[in-house]
Structure formats: C-alpha cells, structure tokens
C-alpha cells in the first residue's frame, strides 16, 4: 500500500476497525470513489489479528494514510484518527459498510449552510450485500434530534461529517471504557456549539452481519451484557431477528417472517423474535387483505 500525505485536503476521512477483512475492501472502494476526491481517507487499524492488513496492500493511493495502534479501544482510536486529521471536515465510514458515491457532496453542501455536524438516512443490508430495508430512519427535524442526542437514534455516526475544528474544541472523542456511546457523547457536544442536522437521502448502505450484531455492545461499551452475545445461539438468534426487524421496516413482511423463524428456531425463548414474527404476520395479512 502506498502511502503519501495530501499537505490539506477538505475532508479527513476516518475509518477504524479491528478484524474486518471480510467487508474492508469494499468500505475503502466506496470511500475512494466519491464524487468529492479532495480528502485523505486514515485507516486506524485498533489490533487486528486477522488477514486486514493484507487486504489493504492492493489499494495504491496517495491519500491513505495508515496507521496501526496496539487495540486501545473505539474512543481512543477515533480519538487518535481525529489528533491526525487534516482536513477541515471529518467523515466517519466503518469498515463493514459502503458509502454511496455522492454521500461526500451531498454532506458538505449540507454543512455548509452553517451545519456544525450533519448526518443522513441508511440502507441497511444483510452481510451478501442484499438490501433488507431503505427507509427514512432518522428524523430531519433538527428539534427531535436534539431530543433524541443521548438517548440512541439521533444521527447515524456511521453517516456522520462534522467540522474538525469544532470537534477539537469540544475535547473530541472520550477514550473512557464506562462511556456509554462515544459517537453520542460527542454529538452532544457538537450540538452544543451549533446547528445540526440529517438528510432525507440516503448516504451509506449498513451491513448487518453476525460480527455487527455482537460488536454493536462492544462499539457502543455497553460492557454489562457483551457477555450475552458470546454464546453462538444468541449471537445466531440476535442477527437473524435484526435482519427480520430491517426487512419489516423496509416493507418486505415475508421476508421479515422467514428471518424471525430462524432466529426462534436458534433460540425459541427469546421474547423479541415472537414479538417480531407476530409484527410482520399482522402486516403481511394487513397487506392481503385490507
């Protein structure tokens, strides 16, 4: 892999990640292929131990810079990437998701209309990359998404562009292991300085894969019931009832039905996948026969 430093491109692009061979070329492919190419795009690799830096090697461009950190956690990882950043914006993209190619420039010129901090909606996609559900989930009125901030679902970080400089002054990403939400706490933050908002359209297709699913806790530091997820049948259960749950957001009732069956069929006692098969057998019949 290449690497030369663009002196002050516009946008610093982070991506952090831990074991993400699977998903990480196409994350990066995405990110190089915007409609925006004044950025440099830091990879932080947090401790991998599988075969990621060697998928990294095929990508000649000047604009990566790589680092790699001995697994210091989410928080101090973005912390870091943010201490390196260059740009006069920061765009987050996660390793296991793929940016539209227009998510840059339809961000930036979000931002600029005075934006401290700007987001957007999301499609979300099982780990083949087929689409399970493309549908407005993140408010647009920036008054619920203030009253969302802290509390989950305000803005999709994964999504997210905000102003560097800003970001700094308000002290950046905490690196603290009891923080609930690293992405959230610095959303309040922001918030406070100055606007913030989401876009209707959507920027980024998110993969829902088994190791999302278990690591979603992990990301978010939610360290109390991480323990849960370890055992393969809930961890089973978990991912097929998130598919099941993204599939009767997006309208595809059936669909939604076949994914809750598999995950009561990986563990039968789990309330949300009854709760969820019951949902989408009321919309499906809904749908038949109103």
């Not at 509390?151 to 560097?164: F, P």
């Not at 789990?270 to 709760?275: A, E, F, Q």
């Amino acid at each position: 892999m290449q690497i030369r430093h663009n002196s002050s491109p516009l946008i610093s692009i982070h991506m952090v990640f831990r074991n993400e061979e699977r998903f990480i070329q196409e994350a990066i492919a995405s990110a190089l292929s915007q409609t925006v190419q004044d950025f440099e795009l830091i990879l932080v690799d947090d401790g991998s131990t599988d075969s990621t830096k060697a998928r990294l090697e095929s990508f000649q461009d000047s604009r990566i810079r790589y680092f790699k950190n001995p697994g210091t956690g989410l928080g101090a990882a973005r912390q870091f990437a943010l201490k390196h950043s260059r740009g006069s914006w920061v765009a987050i993209f996660d390793a296991d998701d793929i940016s539209l190619p227009d998510r840059l420039e339809l961000s930036l010129e979000f931002a600029k209309k005075g934006n401290v901090l700007v987001s957007g909606q999301m499609e979300e996609i099982s780990e083949e990359g087929v689409t399970l559900g493309q549908y407005e989930f993140f408010s647009t009125d920036e008054k619920h998404i203030r009253a969302r901030l802290g509390a989950g679902y305000s803005l999709c970080h994964g999504a997210s562009l905000y102003r560097a400089q800003v970001a700094r002054e308000v002290g950046g990403y905490s690196d603290s292991p009891r923080l609930i939400g690293e992405d959230e706490d610095l959303f309040i933050r922001l918030a406070a300085i100055g606007p913030i908002g989401n876009l209707k359209k959507t920027l980024i297709k998110r993969r829902i894969h088994r190791g999302s699913v278990c690591t979603e806790f992990q990301k978010k530091q939610w360290v109390p019931l991480s323990f849960l997820f370890r055992q393969s049948k809930l961890r089973e259960a978990a991912y097929f009832a998130r598919l099941g749950k993204a599939a009767l957001k997006g309208g595809e009732s059936w669909k939604g039905a076949q994914f809750y069956l598999k995950s009561l069929a990986s563990c039968p006692l789990k309330m949300n996948g009854w709760l969820g098969l019951s949902k989408t057998m009321l919309s499906a019949f809904s749908r038949l026969f109103l």
